[in-house]
């Protein structure tokens, strides 16, 4: 497993990437939590993402509490909405 990161600036989350065998799963780290996309998730799965984001629509007042929204700038300056999920439960103390 091989591991890269990106910084941003202060306020930005930390993109890292992992390699699992020919994968490579990007995370973002923010608020010492460890958060994936739907396309992250689809990508590990090896499935497409409108799979992830049918079964959360299926299962949000489930999955809402393991989810946040994050907003990044793209390249052209636009903001973007991203929906990310955490493992752990809102329940569970880190």
């Known amino acids: ?39 992250a998730i689809a990508n590990g799965l090896q499935i497409d993402r409108t799979n992830i984001n049918q079964i959360f629509h299926n299962n949000k007042q489930l999955l809402e509490p393991y989810s ?4 990044f700038i793209t390249v052209d300056g636009k903001k973007r909405e991203v929906r ?3 493992k752990k439960s809102p329940l569970k103390k880190e």
């Open 1 to 39: 497993m091989t591991e890269s990161k990106t910084h941003g600036e202060q306020d930005h989350p930390l993109v890292f990437s992992k390699n699992f065998e020919d994968l490579s799963i990007k995370f973002i780290k923010r608020s010492n939590k460890v958060w994936l996309t739907s396309s």
């Open 68 to 71: 946040a929204v994050m907003i």
């Open 84 to 86: 990310v999920f955490d």
